[in-house]
């Protein structure tokens, strides 16, 4: 049976001695419960916080994950039903807190990251408490979007997709990721295009527009061509390039 690193699954003792045995980074992932089209469930965003942080604490070796934050800032996704999002200024809070537990226990680094995007402004507006509050600990954090897009464009450059095709909503690339993690879940032949011009408007606006008014599927690019190579492919890229900052101090500024 392999080893957990995960908390949840965890005893309170096997907690404590995995960190007496040096697993002093602990990662939370902040995800979200949203609409993902009409082929992927609502907690995708969580569902792939999980496969993240599961796989990113096996790279680092000496990591143990959270339980992931399953409750984000959703509200352009609000018209499609089973979207459930809380305020910016409630994950900012929900995030000073998780943090101030794992603070408790030992850990020496808490790595804070988003797989959900409308989670990055709270992170952001959060992060300066939380490291004026626990100085004795090093807080790394990924805090915009656009360091996602610009090494997902790069990603799909060098593997000769189309961007607006892998999209960042539910598309092929996010579709991707879940045939490789949850392909249980995953109803291929609901699978199809949506909006696939500049989508930018969701990330760069405090209050995004309503989601089924830029596209009634739900879905920013096309999942139609998704497969779980291309998704493992991706988890293997973004894992090493987000461990390799960790472990540089890159996130830690």
Known sequence: MRETVLIEEMTWPEVREAIRRGKRRVIVML???????????????TYLGYATGDRLARR????????????GYSAGHLPMAGTVSIEETTLQAVIADV???????????????CSHGGN????????????????????????????????????????????TRLGVHAGQGETSLMLAHRPDLVQM?????????????RWRSKVPPPMDTMSPTGILGDARE???GLGETMFRERIERVAQ?????????
């Open 31 to 45: 995800g979200a419960m949203e609409q993902h089209g009409p082929h992927l469930p609502i907690g995708t965003d």
């Open 60 to 71: 680092l070796g000496d990591a143990l994950v959270a339980p992931v934050v399953t409750l």
């Open 99 to 113: 943090c101030r537990s794992l603070a408790r226990h030992g850990f020496r680094e808490i790595v804070l990251l």
């Open 120 to 163: 990055y402004r709270a992170l952001r507006n959060a992060l300066a408490g939380v490291r004026d509050e626990h100085r004795d600990l090093r807080i790394s954090a990924i805090t915009d979007f656009d360091e996602w897009l610009e090494h997902t464009t790069a990603f799909a450059a060098r593997e000769g997709l189309d961007m």
């Open 189 to 201: 032949d609901k699978a199809c295009e949506g909006f696939t011009g500049d989508a930018s408007i």
């Open 226 to 228: 998704s497969t779980a």
């Open 245 to 253: 900052m960790i472990e540089a101090g890159a996130l830690a500024r």
